[in-house]
């Protein structure tokens, strides 16, 4: 793995596990679930550790999937530029780059 890519990694180990260095969205159907099991959700997001080649290629802990309560649940982080109007040009950046997690059901990916 490149520098670069721990670089990403680190950057999106944090956001994940503290929710610190972007913002977090979830879906509507991850809402409708209800607040306890939003936070079980969370939980679950900032201790997943199951990454592997078939989900995370690129080796950078950006897509997770899992069950809850037989729900299949998401997550997936992406780059923007600060005003979230484009891809960013450097994830490895902060300062030029906003992170945002969305959580979602499979089924609505």
């Known amino acids: ?7 990403i990694r680190a950057l999106n180990d944090e956001l994940r596990q503290h929710l ?3 913002l977090a969205v979830m879906t509507p159907g991850v809402a409708a679930l209800g607040p ?3 936070e079980r959700i969370v939980k679950t997001i900032a201790v997943f550790d199951d990454f592997c080649h078939a989900n ?9 999937s899992f069950e809850d309560e037989g729900t299949t649940i998401f997550f997936k ?3 923007f530029d ?6 960013s040009a450097d994830p490895a950046d902060p300062s030029v780059t906003e992170r ?3 959580i979602m059901l499979a089924d609505e990916y």
């Not at 793995?1 to 670089?7: L, V, Y």
């Not at 995370?56 to 997770?64: L, T």
């Not at 600060?82 to 891809?87: A, C, F, I, T």
């Open 77 to 79: 982080i992406d780059y």
């Open 36 to 38: 306890e099991a939003v």
């Open 20 to 22: 610190l260095g972007g």
């Open 100 to 102: 945002v997690i969305t």
């Open 1 to 7: 793995m490149t520098t670069h890519t721990a670089r």
């Open 56 to 64: 995370d290629p690129h080796q950078e802990h950006d897509f997770g």
């Open 82 to 87: 600060r005003s979230l109007n484009n891809h």
